[in-house]
Structure formats: C-alpha cells, structure tokens
C-alpha cells in the first residue's frame, strides 16, 4: 500500500503555523519563559544565584529592567520592573495579566489613573510611577521559596 501526500496536508500544516498563538512566556511557567522573555524584549540578561532562587535581569534597549526570580526547579514565581515605560505586562504574567485587568477594571463613573495592584492571596502585583519612572512587581506566593515574601523584590 502506497501512501500519497495530499494537498490538504501542506495547507494543514501552514494553517497551523499561521494561527499558532505565540508562545508567551509568563509567570509561573518554566525557566524557558526567560529566555523567551529575553527574545521578546530583544534584551540582555544576567542571572545571579541566591540560597533559595535565581535573579535574572534583563536590560531592555531602553536601559529599563525586568528582573525574572526562579525557584531552583526552574519555575518563575515573581517578576519585578522599572523604567521610562512599562514592559509588556501580557508577556510578562501571562494567564495572570487577565486576573490583573479584572481585579483593575473601574466599575463606575468615568475612567481614573491609578497604579495597578491586586491583593489575592494567590496572586500580587502592585505597581506605581509617572511617565519616564514606572516600577512594578508581581508574586505567585504559593510558588514562592519558604520565606520569600514581595518584600524580598527589589
């Protein structure tokens, strides 16, 4: 028996490529999100070691930084930032960015300026600055090494 490629194979294959959603790199996945992070921001990054997880700091093009903290199983469990401009968050916390709209979404009245912060037990971020400064962190404390707390994010 003969097995003969079609037409609808190749098609299948490109439709696949092409509506693929790109890999985002996020908080809480594995340490391969680093260095995804590091491609999206087209970034520069050193990592130095602590007792209980890994620092890597990416420079952006812009001299702004995100600083990516790992467990010693690779796992991102806290993602810090300042510079001139925000980075992209949607990379940066993934599923989480949603959870973050959500818990920011003004209610009522008209739309306000306001840092972006959420309080969850199982997810922090709080964020602050102006134009040219902004500065931001996120946790998953449930992830983090015993006694880390947002504390311990600089």
Do not use: E, M, N, P
């Given at each position: 028996m003969t097995v003969r490629p079609t037409a609808a194979i190749p098609v299948a294959?490109?439709?696949?490529?092409?509506?693929a959603s790109p890999a985002l790199a996020a908080l809480g996945g594995p340490?391969?999100?680093?260095?995804?992070?590091?491609?999206?921001?087209?970034?520069?990054?050193?990592?130095?070691?602590?007792?209980t997880h890994t620092i890597h700091t990416l420079t952006l093009p812009n001299g702004g930084?995100?600083?990516e903290y790992t467990r010693s199983d690779g796992t991102v469990f806290a993602v810090a930032w300042s510079g001139r401009g925000r980075p992209d968050l949607r990379q940066l916390l993934g599923p989480w960015f949603d959870v973050m709209q959500a818990d920011n979404a003004v209610r009522t009245g008209p739309p306000r300026r306001r840092p972006?912060?959420?309080?969850r037990s199982n997810f922090i971020v709080h964020s602050g600055g102006h134009s040219g400064a902004f500065w931001g962190l996120a946790l998953l404390p449930g992830l983090a090494p015993a006694g880390f707390s947002a504390n311990d994010l600089k």
């Open positions: 294959l490109t439709a696949c490529v092409l509506f340490y391969a999100s680093v260095a995804a992070d590091r491609s999206h921001f087209a970034a520069r990054v050193a990592s130095t070691s602590a007792a930084t995100v600083k972006l912060s959420v309080g």
